[in-house]
Each structure stands twice: as structure tokens, then as C-alpha cells.
């Protein structure tokens, strides 16, 4: 449904990512891979947007570079520019949805899973122009991005059985967002990290998964209308 493009960052210099388009004045999401890569897995999200009639763009941050692998999937996350990859490549993703929502700047969401998921924080706390987030089972360092400073629509769906995005970790990232006056709506699952992802056999949860997207679309429909 979608094809590879390239898009602008604000630095002048080019990104390339999945674009599954919804027509001309849609609004927009960015779609945030995990730790594998821009996979088939991640480019089928961003045409399930699309379906649903969003425009969606998954910006390739390991530029090029899939795995299947946890060791390698570690190893290219450790390598990342987290502040590089927020500020540019998916700054650069939102700005594109903007302007493909009309020519005021449409409004775009973020969204993101696992590794993805702690890039959305980032981007909902460090990115101008992004109407409403929903992240799937990641938080970033504090001293990175402070879910507390977030003041978009927040949406998240955390796993209870999560070693990695721990319950303990969700439970003081709502604390912390009510703390401040935000009213972030979150769900937890019984299920293990990566549900959501229908390639991971070993993890993925269909009713869970059905339930998630179903309450993000129900949640983008209002925070981007």
C-alpha cells in the first residue's frame, strides 16, 4: 500500500521512511519502529493508518539496517541518536504530515512501540506540532525526556508480564503525569512486552492487540479532529 520516500529534517538534510497515504488533507502519524528495525512489521502498522485514513510515515531511524535478532536489535539501539532521532528524523516525519494535512499544517500524532514507545515520550515532550501521542510498552530516561512534562493527549498500553517497561516503571510515569495536573489514559494488559506485534509468535496477544488498536483509533479520532 505504501512506498519508501525521503523527507526533509530541520537540519537540511534527508530521512528516509514508509509512507502509506491517506489522500491530501488527512491527518497524520508517525509511526515509530522498535528496536528491529523498519520492518514489514512496522511498514504494516503505518498501512493499517492508512486503512483507517490516516496518512502514515515510519521514519527509518537504523537507516537501511533490520534485524531479527535480540543481540544485534541491542546492539543497534545502544547505537542510536536518541536526541538526533527525535529532534530530526522524526521532527522532519511530523513536519511532512503537516504539510500533507493542508496548508495550515494539519495535525499529527505520534505513536511507537517498545523502543518506539520511549521515542514517542520524547517526541510528545520535545517536538512542536504533535497534537496527541499513544506509546506501546516504552518510557525513556528521565533525565532524557519526563513523561510529567508531556502536555498533548497522552495514550499508553503497557504490558503487566513486562520486565523491560516494568509495571512498577508505568505505575510512577502515571504518578508522575497526575502529579502535574495531566490526565494521561492508560491501559494495562496481562500480557507480555511486545503483544502488539503479530510476527512475535512467542508474545503476541490477539485480544489484547484488537483491544489496543481499537482504543487508539477511538483516541486519535478525538485528539486529531
Avoid at 492508512?50 to 521514519?59: D, E, Q, S, V
Avoid at 477511538?218 to 485528539?223: C, E, H, K, S, Y
Wanted: proline fraction near 5%.
Amino acid at each position: 500500500m505504501g512506498q519508501m520516500i525521503e523527507f526533509k529534517r530541520p537540519d537540511g538534510s534527508s530521512c528516509k521512511g514508509y509512507l502509506a497515504s491517506a489522500g491530501q488533507g488527512r491527518p497524520g502519524v508517525v509511526v515509530i519502529q522498535e528496536w528491529w528495525g523498519l520492518n514489514d512489521q512496522i511498514c504494516g502498522v503505518a498501512d493499517r493508518f492508512a486503512r483507517a485514513g490516516y496518512n502514515a510515515l515510519a521514519p527509518d531511524l537504523f537507516k537501511g539496517r533490520v534485524t531479527q535478532e535480540p543481540d544485534e536489535a541491542s546492539h543497534l539501539m545502544s547505537g542510536l541518536d536518541f536526541p538526533g532521532a527525535t529532534h530530526q528524523d522524526i521532527r522532519g516525519a511530523v513536519d511532512h504530515l503537516r504539510a500533507m494535512g493542508d496548508s495550515s499544517g494539519g495535525r499529527v500524532a505520534v505513536m511507537g512501540f517498545c523502543m518506539g514507545g520511549a521515542l514517542t515520550i520524547a517526541a510528545a515532550v520535545h517536538v512542536p506540532n504533535v497534537s496527541a501521542a499513544v506509546c506501546f510498552y516504552g518510557i525513556p530516561p528521565k533525565e532524557f525526556a519526563d513523561p510529567a512534562d508531556i502536555r498533548i493527549p497522552f495514550q499508553g498500553h503497557f504490558a503487566s508480564k513486562d520486565d523491560w517497561c516494568t509495571p512498577a516503571a508505568v505505575d510512577a510515569l502515571e504518578a508522575a503525569m497526575r502529579a502535574r495536573g495531566a490526565l494521561p489514559d492508560l491501559y494495562r494488559y496481562q500480557a507480555d512486552h511486545a503483544f502488539f506485534n503479530e510476527r512475535r509468535g512467542e508474545v503476541y496477544d490477539a485480544a489484547c492487540a484488537n483491544q489496543a488498536w481499537n482504543r487508539t483509533l477511538a483516541f486519535l479520532a478525538g485528539a486529531l479532529a
